[in-house]
């Protein structure tokens, strides 16, 4: 996920404020992995398995959202799955 935010920033507005971004998130986010038992999962449940490790990464360390441009893909996902505009909405709220 960090990946894909890197890479969209990098476009945009250049690999300095790109970093600088993920640095800043990082000041706040934690990174997960995923457990051999969530891999397994993840390939079992979801049609792209990208996105399964991500959704049984976030089951597996508590996440309460996983932001995604991409919801439609994690339909067994355990913790709500948001778009970046619901989840700036659900933050300023």
């Known amino acids: 996920m960090l990946t894909n935010t890197f890479y969209v920033g990098r ?3 250049g690999s300095g404020p790109a970093g600088d971004f993920i640095e800043s ?3 706040f ?3 997960a992995s995923v457990s051999h038992a969530g891999a397994v999962r993840a390939v079992r449940r979801y049609e792209d398995f990208e996105d399964g490790v991500i959704g049984e990464a ?3 360390h508590g996440s309460d959202v996983i932001c995604t441009r991409n919801v ?3 339909g067994p996902a355990r913790p709500q799955v948001l778009t970046p505009r619901e989840l700036l909405s659900l ?3």
């Open 72 to 74: 439609e893909d994690f």
């Open 25 to 27: 998130a990082l000041s």
């Open 11 to 13: 476009s945009t507005a």
């Open 58 to 60: 976030a089951a597996e």
């Open 91 to 93: 933050l300023t709220s």
């Open 29 to 31: 986010l934690d990174v």
